[in-house]
């Protein structure tokens, strides 16, 4: 049993560092189509339009732009193993993997919440469109969730904004929070969590306030897919015998749905997680730029504005990672609510 569970643990990360690998490469692939010569990609390092040729012969022969692409590659490679994403023109010169610092756990504070609210909300009326299949609650879930998922997220967001925002005037519509009261000490960079830790509970209410349309946005966006295989997986399991015995045995309705079916129903959404995370991650970038919530997604707008690849290409990066791991963590999950995984 245990060798079986670490062979497969073994493979999943083998497979998670090739695909990462294979990320690395296509985003070389494609700096390199874009730009083919060397002082054409010294002149995007330098991220500066009036670079001077002595400071483009500089980066050309600090980066070795003229030396054969697979030692490029190589040293490429090395360079994101050890962190070095390049440096940001933007943000008076500084690493990019310190401007991303700042943004980063901004942006997952904000997706794992949209993410998780999505996902809740995606089981719940799945199972409630499986359980009553063929009644107006079902036909109501399918409006509803094809009505959401077919729309833009930057709408979504508008629409909520627009609402809660602008009319019921419940919740703010801009910022991470009042720009008034005073900001916690960085500990993770999350506001919520920081402002928890610290304990400023005026701060904490106000970035939980400021955080729920942007969250909510994107939970809106990303639920249907999760309703859509929690109502086929519930059916599944709600037309198989031990469901019929758990109804012979005289369990409520309630009981067999939720403590039968689902428990089995279950295992196949655990994958669809991962897919609903990454969906949020690049949601994320419209959606922040549209509450002006500044996380990665704002500073990847504001990078693509100014022109400033090297923070496009590590954004680009993260994000792969962020996906990579995510599926890593899901069949991670997935091996322990299925065993039999495990041998394949």
């Known amino acids: 049993m245990v060798s079986s569970i670490v062979l497969y643990l ?3 990360g083998i497979n998670a560092v090739i695909t990462l690998l294979l990320l690395i490469a296509l985003l070389f692939i494609i700096l390199h189509s874009i730009v083919k010569t060397p002082v054409g990609l010294a002149r995007i390092i330098c991220g500066n339009p009036h670079c001077t040729n002595a400071a483009i012969s500089q980066i050309i022969k600090a980066n070795g732009l003229t030396n054969p692409l697979y030692i490029q590659f190589i040293a490429y490679v090395s360079n994101i193993f050890h962190g070095n994403f390049g440096i940001d023109t933007i943000y008076k010169n500084q690493p990019e993997i310190t401007v991303l610092g700042r943004f980063l756990p901004v942006t997952l504070e904000l ?6 609210i999505g996902v809740l909300i995606g089981i719940y009326t799945g ?3 499986a359980a009553n299949r063929n009644r107006i609650h079902d036909y109501v879930v399918k409006a509803v969730y094809l009505t959401t998922w077919s729309t833009p997220v930057f709408l979504v967001g508008f629409i909520l904004a627009l609402i809660f925002a602008y009319w019921l005037k419940l919740l703010p519509a801009t910022l991470i929070a009042n720009p008034f009261i005073r900001t916690p000490k960085v500990v993770t960079g999350a506001p919520v969590i920081d402002a928890l830790i ?9 970035a939980i306030q400021h955080l729920i349309l942007p969250a ?5 966006a990303g639920f249907g897919i999760v309703t859509r295989l929690t109502r086929a997986s519930m059916i599944d399991a709600l037309d198989r015998d031990y469901v019929k015995l758990a109804y ?8 067999v749905v939720w403590g039968t079916a689902f428990r089995n129903a279950v295992i196949p959404i655990i994958t669809l997680i991962a897919l609903t ?3 949020s991650v690049g949601g994320a970038v419209i959606i922040e730029d549209v509450f002006q919530y500044y996380g990665m997604g704002y500073f990847t707008v504001q990078a693509i504005y100014n022109f400033d690849y090297e923070a496009v290409l590590a954004v680009t990066l993260i994000v792969g990672i962020a996906v990579i791991l995510a599926n890593l963590v899901a069949d991670l999950l997935y091996a322990v609510a299925d065993p039999r995984v495990r041998l394949t």
Request: net charge positive; proline share 0%.
């Open 198 to 206: 610290d304990g400023d509970w005026a701060y904490a209410y106000s």
């Open 111 to 116: 997706v794992l919440t949209g993410s998780i």
């Open 127 to 129: 199972s409630i469109a």
């Open 216 to 220: 909510l946005a994107i939970a809106v």
């Open 10 to 12: 073994i493979r999943r």
């Open 248 to 255: 012979m045995k005289g369990l409520s309705k309630r009981q």
């Open 277 to 279: 995370f990454a969906f």
